[in-house]
């Protein structure tokens, strides 16, 4: 089993710009899960699915972000248009509903 | 509100000495998870408390869950450089299906 993939790994963008992270679930893994990690802010939950379907979006920033999990093993969470105060390691986590697992993350930079 | 306590924020120990974390949540816990992420890594599950009073070793580490089900600690014993890391609880919200809530972590570092 590979794990949780996420791509890109590194992504460095301009302001304005549209940016869209991607997750690879752990088969059979039936909770996804994107958080956001920043110094200030520790990882913070965006959003929350459940067999494919959001449950808590509360932690999404606001509007300019979106995210969708068209079927069972993948997920994309979409910002448009990006702003500097987004630069962060996002982490998508599949879960069993006893145990996290997290991909390697994705360092997004807005300058 | 939903977040689980956690302290210190940092700890710095010489090498061969104790650690502890500690989380807190005012509200009693279904679970609680405990992660380990490295400098520059991802976070990595340790372990899930789920029994009032539980007690779980894994080689130098040893994690209690309060008879509460409201606080939990992480205890490491004759800490190692390659325990460095930041180790964070998790607590479950909204039901069985796992819901992960982090706290703000303990950075532990180790000085040779």
């Known amino acids: 089993d590979a794990g949780v993939i996420q791509s890109p790994r590194h992504e460095v963008t301009e302001m304005g710009q549209e940016v869209t992270l991607r997750c690879k679930l752990i088969?059979?893994?039936?909770?996804l899960f994107w958080y956001r990690q920043t110094m200030m802010r520790g990882l913070e939950l965006l959003i929350y699915?459940?067999?494919?379907?959001?449950?808590?979006d509360s932690g999404m920033p606001e509007d300019r972000f979106s995210a969708k999990m068209p079927n069972a093993s993948f997920s994309t969470l979409k910002i448009q248009p990006s702003e500097p105060r987004d630069s962060a390691v996002y982490f998508c986590?599949?879960?069993?509903?006893?145990?996290?697992?997290f991909g390697p993350g994705t360092r997004l930079t807005v300058l | 509100g939903q977040q689980v306590m956690q302290i210190p924020q940092y700890q710095h120990v010489q090498e061969g000495e104790d650690f502890t974390t500690y989380c807190n949540s005012s509200?009693?816990?279904?679970?609680i998870q405990w992660y380990k992420q490295r400098p520059g890594g991802h976070p990595v599950f340790l372990i899930q408390?789920?029994?009032?009073?539980e007690v779980k070793k894994q080689k130098r580490l040893t994690f209690q869950f309060g008879e509460a089900k409201k606080n939990s600690s992480l205890h490491i014993t004759a800490t190692q450089t390659t325990d460095v890391g930041t180790y964070f609880c998790?607590?479950?919200?909204?039901?069985?299906?796992?819901?992960?809530?982090f706290g703000k972590g303990t950075k532990l570092s180790v000085k040779p």
């Open positions: 998790a607590k479950n919200y909204g039901g069985s299906q796992g819901n992960l809530i």
């Open positions: 408390l789920v029994k009032s009073g």
């Open positions: 699915f459940n067999n494919n379907v959001p449950i808590d």
């Open positions: 986590a599949s879960s069993t509903g006893t145990s996290g697992f």
């Open positions: 509200t009693t816990l279904s679970n």
């Open positions: 088969s059979g893994h039936n909770s």
